[in-house]
């Protein structure tokens, strides 16, 4: 889904972790390269907790509810299955936060 590319707008080089290449060779990144730049990021950005590719998935699901998305095709886009627990779980989240008896009234 996602292809490096350079500060020049080129398709940049194989992403390595530990000496080993993570992409493949059409030059899209893979899960693990995905995961290694949001952890890259996050350290260069001095964010605490635990970071990785999940991020981007979960950040996904939780995005997407917020703005109104049908549960089911979240799943379908994201890749979780029908009746996921662990994406049910996400839009709960999300559902009980925009649900607070707290929102609008100026607290």
């Known amino acids: 889904m996602f292809v490096r590319v350079d500060r020049w707008d080129r398709i ?6 530990g000496g080993r290449r993570i992409g493949d060779p059409a030059g899209r990144m893979s899960a693990e390269a995905a995961a290694e730049v949001v952890e890259r990021l ?3 950005a001095h964010l605490t907790g ?3 590719g999940h991020s ?3 950040g996904f699901a939780t995005a ?3 703005a109104g998305h049908d549960p089911l095709e979240i799943a379908r886009s994201g890749g979780w299955a029908d009746g996921s627990r662990v994406l049910a779980r996400y839009l ?3 559902d009980r936060v925009k649900n607070s008896p707290l929102v609008g ?3």
């Open 105 to 107: 009234i100026g607290l």
């Open 12 to 17: 940049a080089p194989p992403l390595t972790r």
């Open 64 to 66: 997407a509810r917020a």
């Open 50 to 52: 635990a970071w990785s």
């Open 92 to 94: 709960a989240d999300v």
């Open 56 to 58: 981007l998935r979960r």
């Open 42 to 44: 996050a350290n260069a």
